[in-house]
């Protein structure tokens, strides 16, 4: 029996009442499972967003030791300390900077 305000919609006809019930609570069931599912989705991204800022930071704050401590060591040591701490501090920032787009592109996929 459908009202009279309800005749325009869409309907279903189930043979029980249980059968009724089954199909809403597996419908109200399958959309707690999807919500939970996009919460863990946007947990995972802020965690992964936080990793990619803090990998940011770290990276500008290594090249601005670098240009300080070069600035530093070629008015005191000279420029072969310089050569050998620019080459091991680009090293390193290279690495941190492969890890950053690697994790990028992770979260881009």
Not at 8 to 14: E, K, M, Q, S, V
Not at 59 to 79: A, I
Not at 90 to 100: A, D, N, V, Y
């Amino acid at each position: 029996m459908i009202l009279n305000q309800h005749a325009n919609r869409n309907f279903l006809t189930f043979t029980t009442f249980d059968a009724a019930m089954d199909e809403f609570f597996s419908k109200v069931e399958s959309q707690r499972i999807e919500q939970q599912k996009k919460a863990q989705e946007d947990s995972a991204f802020q965690k992964l967003e936080k990793i990619r800022k803090d990998q940011v930071t770290f990276y500008y704050s290594c090249q601005l030791v670098v240009h300080t401590w070069s600035n530093n060591v070629l008015r005191t040591n000279g420029k072969s300390l310089l050569r050998d701490l620019s080459n091991s501090m680009q090293h390193r920032l290279f690495s941190i900077k492969s890890l950053f787009y690697s994790t990028f592109l992770l979260v881009s996929k």
